[in-house]
Structure formats: structure tokens, C-alpha cells
């Protein structure tokens, strides 16, 4: 980790927030509690816990692995629905192939990114590539779901591939931070995701004993995840390490993250996924890969489902 990085970031766009910016205050921080997904990969759900108010309009993330698979090992989802929303799947290390029954889908590998709008809804289905499975490797990634208001929940399904080549390779004033713009604006830079819904996300390296501050939109929200190491964040320096959540409260317009003079021996700099989006303040209903504004929307996408509109599995080799 990471697979996107470059050798010299002082090449790179210098961003730094105004000297008048108002820094944001650490509400909470939470600790991701682990599981596991589709036919048995290890998670860590990081929203879990948190309040929907502080995530909107993020409904949850994972963060799948980071593990070292043997030969044999990795294993993937099965076909399953999704309506309503938004699912972007973020890979730091290996490789993953989607398909849908909308027709999209391809391969994603080390720092790619795969943005898959379910809309009206469609199936799909994710595994690690033949090879993967036979000669094992090292997997680790994120899932992010992000929600559609009410009048884009029916909206056509669309795919977009997000190579890791494409995303904004920006850095902080001194150098200390390498900054990967996925999705949104940051002081004037555009990350490559196209969303429905105004969102932010990056990747976040800082080097050990670095500190970062990001200029952030102040109709937006905020939270900072830890992938790896250990830092601080907020201006009266919160803990944080991996696994953990920082929630943002609300009142500024600039987010700081500093990273721990000494970091784990396994990731050399402190690494962090920034998210923030404009909530949308509509009803959301969760149940299971369906998420829409009442109970009866959510009653009409599973009958939808097992009567098979929202699309069949397609053959094999299409």
C-alpha cells in the first residue's frame, strides 16, 4: 500500500488551506467492528455505530481485508441485487472482477476504482480473478455506498471505471502528504468520479510526523478513516489508527491530519480515506442491498427482484 503513489510529490500541485480557514472539531472517533461479506472475505464496517445524520449521504463502508490470501483462498460475492443508490469500490492491493446484468463491469486492479450507479436496479456479482485464486496474494480494498435522493433512486443503471492513472495526484504545502483526489473538488482540482450526489473522496498518505491541513466545502460533512498507521486529527490533535473513524462536526471550512512520528513497521506513513458529501435530509430506508425512502419502496424493490425485474444473470462468456 498504496498502489498510486509517485517519487518526488513536490511535483505535484501544492494544496493548502486558506490562512484564514476555520479548522473543523473531532466530534467522535469510532472503532470498526470486523465480519465478513459474500462468501466469506474479512471486513471492517466503519460506519458501524454512527449516527446516520453525521454519515449522510454515505450509508456505510468496508473495508475488505487488508489480508494475505494462500493459494486457494480468496473468494469473492455470489449474484446479488442492488436499487437506489450508489456503490464505489475503491482497490489498494489485488484485483477484482465485476460483472452486472446492466452490462457493465471489467477488471479492477491496484489503485483502481469502480463506480457503479444500481439506480432502478440490476444484479451484479464481484471475485478475484482465476489467477488470484491460484497462487493467492495480497487483497485489500473499500466499498463505500453512497445514496441517490428520491427523485434519482429510479434512475438507469450506469458503470464507470476509474483507472488509478485517472485520479488527481495533488500534495500538501510542504510536501508531506500525498493527496489522491477520486471523486470531487479540492481548492480547484476535480477528482474523475462523476457523482449524482456532491460527494468528496480521497486517499491520504502523510508522512510520519507530517501534518496536512485540506481545505473542505462547509455544506459538507466529514470523516476521515484510518487504513493504516497512527495521527491525529482536528486542531486539538484527536487519536486515531487503523480501523477507527473520525466524525467532523460541522462550522469550518479546513480538516487536519497529522501522522505519528513512528508508524507501524507494516505501513511506513499514516493512511487515511477522506470522505464528505452534501447531505441530502430525505427519509433512508436500509434493508439488506435495497435503499430507498419507505418501507413500501423497499417492499416493491424485493418483489421486484425475486419477479426478476431488475435484470437476470447473464451467460457465461457475456
Known sequence: MPAVTVENPLTLPRVAAPADARPRAVLAVSTAPGGFEGEGFPVRRAFAGIDY????????MD????????????????WHPHRGFETVTYLIDGSFIHRDSHGGGGVINDGDTQWMTAGSGLLHIEAPPEELVMTGGLFHGLQLWVNLP????MMAPRYQDIGGGQVKLLTSADGGALLR?????????EGP??????????????????????????DF?????????????????????????????????SLTLRADATQESRSPNLEVVLLGG???????????????????ELAQAFEDFQAGRLGTVPAEGH
Not at 445524520?53 to 456505510?60: A, E, G, K, R, V
Open 63 to 78: 473495508q475488505m481485508g487488508e489480508v494475505e490470501y494462500a493459494p486457494g483462498e480468496p473468494k469473492g460475492t455470489p
Open 150 to 153: 428520491k427523485k434519482d433512486k
Open 278 to 296: 452534501q447531505p441530502i435530509r430525505e427519509p433512508m430506508m436500509h434493508y439488506g442491498p435495497f435503499v430507498m425512502n419507505t418501507h413500501a
Open 193 to 218: 468520479g462523476i457523482t449524482h450526489t456532491p460527494i468528496t473522496m480521497m486517499h491520504v498518505s502523510v508522512n510520519p510526523g507530517a501534518e496536512v491541513t485540506i481545505p473542505w466545502r462547509s
Open 221 to 253: 460533512n466529514a470523516l476521515a478513516y484510518g487504513l493504516a498507521g497512527r495521527g491525529t486529527a482536528g486542531p486539538l490533535g484527536r487519536p486515531f489508527r487503523t480501523g477507527q473513524t473520525v466524525v467532523f462536526g460541522p462550522g469550518g471550512d
Open 181 to 189: 483526489l477520486i471523486a470531487g473538488d479540492i481548492a480547484g482540482h
Open 53 to 60: 445524520t453525521h454519515l449522510d449521504p454515505f450509508i456505510m
